[in-house]
């Protein structure tokens, strides 16, 4: 069974710093680029951040570009997205998701390729 598990969202203020995890099970994580995406309220799933599956490269929406970092540890099967200064319009669920034939590049324009999501973690930064 594959499992997305996303842990570490809660209340921060803004300026403030935050990480995001991303467990995986079920899968072999580093066949997989994985990504970041949020949803705010009375919004539609948008794109965040991505990473490919060997080598580092990453990916990123403008408005969180400079400002998240995201990363992964195949041995550990996780994907981690640092935020630092956090803004109230990050406030959002965000979901991990994982794709084992689609790009990470891919991500920032389509969630076509997604084949699993996590259940996402609430954040909410407070101004």
């Known amino acids: 069974q594959v499992q997305l598990v996303e842990s570490g969202g809660g209340l921060v203020q803004a300026g403030g710093s935050l990480r995001l995890s991303c467990a995986a099970s079920?899968?072999?994580?580093?066949?997989?680029?994985m990504g970041w995406f949020r949803q705010a309220p009375g919004k539609e799933r948008e794109f965040v951040a991505a990473i490919v599956r060997i080598g580092g490269n990453t990916y990123y929406a403008d408005s969180v570009k400079g400002r998240f970092t995201i990363s992964r540890d195949n041995a550990k099967n996780t994907v981690i997205l640092q935020m630092d200064s956090l803004k109230p319009e990050d406030t959002a669920v965000y979901y991990c998701?994982?794709?084992?034939?689609?790009?990470?590049?891919?991500?920032?324009?389509?969630?076509?390729?997604?084949?699993?999501w996590g259940k996402g973690t609430q954040l909410t930064v407070s101004s």
């Open positions: 079920g899968i072999t994580f580093s066949t997989f680029a």
């Open positions: 998701a994982a794709t084992r034939f689609g790009s990470a590049q891919a991500m920032l324009n389509t969630v076509q390729n997604i084949d699993y």
